[in-house]
C-alpha cells in the first residue's frame, strides 16, 4: 500500500524536474529592437523547428492601430490556421514612430513539433530606447537565455505535450494525493461522510457498501471535473466559475439545510405525515444509503465545492487550450480528480468497520451530522453573504452545537469520562459561539478570531495609524483600464502586482489573510503598485482580461517589472504562504525596500 503512495509521488516529483521539451515563448521568439532616427527597427530571432505567422503581427501607436506591411513569407498547410504565409529563421519589421510615445507589438508562432504559442505582446516605451545606429539585434529588449525559468503551470504544459501517456497520468493523480489538504477537497469529506452515515436504517454499514458509495462519489466527481475542463480549455472560459453565481450557491445552500434537518429528524416533526413521506422520499435518494444519491452528490461537489485553481490544473488546461488535444489534457484531469478522490474512498470504505454496533448512538451521530451539514450550508454562504452576517451565523451554530452537546451530557449521566467531556465541549463551544456573535457585531468576519476588530494590527501599532489587518488594492473594471494602470506605473519606474480574486474563492480569502496580512509581505510591496481584478460575477470584461493574460481563475497573482512585461516564470496560481510568496517576489527581480526607503 506504501509502494502504491511513494511511486506516484515519487513520479511526481520528477515530472516537474525533468526539463521542458518545448521551448518558452520568448526563447522560440527573440524580440530585439533598435531606433534609427524616426523609425524603430523589431527584429525577431526564430528558433529552429519553429515559425511565426505573418497574418497575427499587429502594432498600435500611442494607442492608433497602425497597418504594417511584413515582407513576404513562405506558404504552408498549417493544421491550426490552414494555408498560412510563415516566417522562419528571422523577420524584421519597421515603424514610423516620430514623437510617439509607446508601441505595442503582437504576434504569434507555433512549434513544427505540435505546439501552438497564444498570442504574444510587448508594449514599448520609445522614451527608454535611445536613438542609435545600432543594428536591429545590438538592443535586445525581450530576449532570454537558453535557461528561461517558466512558471509551474507552463512547465506542466510543456510535460503534458512531451512526456509518455502513462507518466503524464501517474504524475497528475500523485498531484492530486498532495491535494487532498487544500480547501478544494476537504469539505467533500463531511460530505461524504453524511452520506454513508445517513441512512443506516435501510441499510447495515460494511466495508463494501462504504467502498460502493465513496466509488459511486469520487469516479462522477472526478469525470465532471475533467468534462468541465476541457469544455473551458476549449471555450475559453472557467465554466465551473459559472456555477458561482449567487443563485447557484444559495440553491446548494438550501439544499445542505434540508439535508440536514432531515439528518436530525426536523421533518418527522414539523411537517404533516402525507408531506413528510413525499419530502423525505425524495431527499432518502440523496441523503444517504443510495447510489444514484452519492453520484448526484459527487457531480453537484465537483461543480460547486471545488473550483479552487492549482498549478497542475492550470497546466492542463494550458495544454488543452494550446493545443486543442481535449483527449490527452482531459485524461490528466481525470488522473488528477481520481487522485483527489483516494481520501474519500478511504473515509468510505475505512469508516464503517470503525462504527460500533448499531443503537441509540446512531441518532446521535445523525444530529452530528446534521450540524455538520449545516456548517456546509454556512461555508457556502459565506461566498455570497456579508462578512459580519456569516460570521453570525457561525456563531449560532456553535451555540447550538453546545446545546445539543449539554442535553447529550444529560442523557449520558452517570458516564465518568463522556459527561465531564461534554460538558467542557459544551462550554467551549459557547464560549467561541459567542465571541462569533460579539465580533459580528463589531464587523468582523473571521470565524477563526472573531474579536479581531478589538486588536490593532501589528504594523499600525505603534504609529498611531488605524488597524490594517491587510493590504490594500485598487479595483480594475477592464483590460483599458489595466493598460492605463501599467503604463503610469512604468512611467514611474514601479512594479505592479495584479491579483485575481472572488467573494467565492476559498483560497482567495486564506492569501487575504495569511499572506497580505503578514507584516514581512507588506513591508515587501510598499513599493509595488497593487491591483485587483474581481471576477466574482464574471462579466464579459472579466472573461477579457483573463483571456488576455492566459488567467484560468482565481487565485492568480502576476508581477510585472518597471518596464511593464510580466515576469511570467513567476506567476502564482492557487494557494500559496506568505514564504512562498517573497521567494516568488525575488524570483520575480523585485528588491524589498529597506526602512529608510519605505519612510
Not at 471576477?535 to 488567467?551: F, H, P, Q
Amino acid at each position: 500500500m506504501i509502494l502504491l503512495l511513494v511511486s506516484p509521488l515519487s513520479m511526481a516529483q520528477s515530472f516537474f524536474a525533468e526539463e521542458s521539451g518545448f521551448l518558452a515563448p520568448d526563447q522560440a521568439f527573440t524580440l530585439s529592437l533598435s531606433r534609427e532616427g524616426d523609425s524603430l527597427m523589431a527584429h525577431w530571432e526564430i528558433a529552429d523547428e519553429h515559425y511565426l505567422y505573418r497574418h497575427t503581427f499587429e502594432a498600435d501607436i500611442d494607442g492608433r492601430s497602425y497597418a504594417l506591411s511584413p515582407p513576404r513569407g513562405t506558404l504552408i498547410e498549417d493544421e491550426f490556421f490552414g494555408e498560412s504565409e510563415v516566417f522562419h529563421d528571422a523577420v524584421e519589421l519597421t515603424l514610423p514612430v516620430a514623437d510617439a510615445d509607446h508601441v505595442t507589438l503582437t504576434w504569434q508562432g507555433c512549434a513544427e513539433a505540435g505546439l501552438c504559442y497564444p498570442p504574444q505582446q510587448k508594449r514599448i516605451e520609445l522614451a527608454t530606447l535611445a536613438p542609435s545606429d545600432a543594428s536591429p539585434g545590438d538592443t535586445p529588449l525581450a530576449s532570454s537565455s537558453p535557461q528561461a525559468p517558466q512558471a509551474e503551470d507552463q512547465q506542466l504544459a510543456s510535460r503534458l505535450a512531451n512526456a509518455p501517456p502513462l507518466w503524464v497520468l501517474g504524475a497528475f493523480f500523485a498531484m492530486g494525493l498532495l491535494l487532498t489538504f487544500t480547501p478544494c477537497v476537504l469539505p467533500m469529506i463531511p460530505i461524504l461522510s453524511s452520506l454513508i452515515i445517513g441512512d443506516q436504517r435501510t441499510a447495515k454499514p460494511t466495508a463494501w457498501r462504504g467502498l460502493g458509495l465513496s466509488l459511486a462519489f469520487v469516479i462522477p466527481m472526478a469525470m465532471t471535473y475533467a468534462s468541465l475542463g476541457v469544455a473551458a480549455a476549449l471555450a475559453g472560459a472557467n465554466l465551473q466559475m459559472l456555477f458561482q453565481a449567487p443563485l447557484f450557491i444559495g440553491i446548494f445552500a438550501v439544499v445542505f439545510v434540508l439535508l440536514a434537518m432531515a439528518m436530525m429528524g426536523v421533518f418527522e416533526l414539523t411537517i404533516p405525515q402525507g408531506v413528510t413521506q413525499r419530502l423525505d422520499a425524495a431527499l432518502s435518494r440523496v441523503r444517504g444509503g443510495r447510489i444514484t444519491g452519492a453520484a448526484a452528490m459527487g457531480v453537484l461537489s465537483a461543480i460547486l465545492v471545488g473550483p479552487c485553481m492549482t498549478a497542475p490544473l492550470a497546466g492542463a488546461l494550458l495544454y488543452i487550450a494550446e493545443t486543442g488535444d481535449a483527449w490527452h489534457g482531459g485524461l490528466a484531469l481525470l488522473a488528477l480528480g481520481l487522485g483527489m478522490g483516494v481520501p474519500l474512498i478511504a473515509v468510505g470504505t475505512l469508516g464503517p468497520r470503525l462504527l460500533p454496533r448499531p443503537g441509540a448512538w446512531m441518532l446521535r451521530v445523525r444530529v452530528v451530522f446534521g450540524f455538520v451539514l449545516l456548517g456546509m450550508a454556512i461555508w457556502f454562504s459565506t461566498r455570497i453573504l456579508p462578512g459580519p452576517l456569516g460570521l453570525a451565523l457561525w456563531g449560532a451554530l456553535l451555540v447550538g452545537m453546545a446545546i445539543a452537546s449539554l442535553q447529550v451530557a444529560r442523557e449520558l449521566k452517570g458516564k465518568r469520562l463522556a459527561t465531564p467531556f461534554l460538558q467542557s465541549l459544551a462550554f467551549t463551544l459557547a464560549a467561541w459561539g459567542l465571541m462569533g456573535l460579539v465580533g459580528a457585531g463589531l464587523g468582523g468576519s473571521d470565524i477563526s478570531r472573531p474579536l479581531a476588530q478589538l486588536s490593532p494590527s501589528p504594523t499600525s501599532a505603534g504609529n498611531g495609524a488605524a488597524p490594517a489587518d491587510t493590504l490594500t488594492f485598487d479595483t480594475l473594471a477592464n483590460q483599458a483600464a489595466l493598460d492605463d494602470r501599467l503604463h503610469e506605473a512604468s512611467s514611474e519606474g514601479m512594479w505592479t502586482m495584479l491579483e485575481f480574486t472572488a467573494d467565492w474563492c476559498i483560497t482567495c480569502q486564506i492569501i487575504e489573510r495569511e499572506v497580505f496580512g503578514d507584516s514581512e509581505v507588506q513591508r515587501a510591496l510598499s513599493d509595488v503598485a497593487r491591483l485587483q481584478v474581481d471576477v466574482t460575477d464574471y462579466t464579459a470584461d472579466d472573461r477579457e482580461i483573463m483571456s488576455a493574460l492566459g488567467i484560468i481563475g482565481p487565485p492568480s497573482i502576476l508581477f510585472f517589472g518597471p518596464d511593464g512585461d510580466e515576469r511570467r516564470h513567476a506567476r502564482i496560481i492557487g494557494d500559496i504562504d506568505a514564504d512562498g510568496f517573497l521567494r516568488r517576489l525575488t524570483e520575480a527581480g523585485h528588491t524589498t525596500p529597506t526602512s529608510q526607503e519605505m519612510y
